[in-house]
């Protein structure tokens, strides 16, 4: 199975920037759809950033849009989100995860598997 690692994560000042990176292990990677979810203290874990397989369809939270960007790079086994604009309610526990293998309904958390560790995101004020 797909195994996920996240790192990037750290401590900002709000305004600031950071790119989290999610490596896969194995040469399936690019059968599923990834997704980027965060989960801070006391609330849900909720999407934040899903793409389709190949990279051409994006899905983004209104809470970020605009501001975040999810990429892939299927050939590094990589997913990637570029966090601009941070302000400090983005502060959470970030997790990357598997999506289904299909480039529809793929914005779902039920759907999502194999998540990885976490990596935390703290903005300041």
């Known amino acids: 199975q797909v195994q996920l690692v996240e790192s990037g994560g750290g401590l900002v000042q709000a305004g600031g920037s950071l790119r989290l990176s999610c490596a896969a292990s194995g040469r399936t990677f690019s059968r599923y759809a990834m997704g980027w979810f965060r989960q801070a203290p006391g609330k849900e874990r909720e999407i934040v950033a899903a793409i389709s397989r190949s990279g051409g369809i994006t899905y983004y939270a209104d809470s970020i849009k605009g501001r975040f960007t999810i990429s892939r790079d299927n050939a590094k086994n990589t997913v990637y989100l570029q966090m601009n604009s941070l302000k400090p309610e983005d502060t959470a526990v970030y997790y990357c995860?598997?999506?289904?293998?299909?480039?529809?309904?793929?914005?779902?958390?039920?759907?999502?598997?194999?998540w990885g560790q976490g990596t935390q995101v703290t903005v300041s004020s």
């Open positions: 995860a598997t999506g289904p293998p299909r480039d529809y309904d793929f914005v779902t958390r039920n759907d999502y598997s194999n």
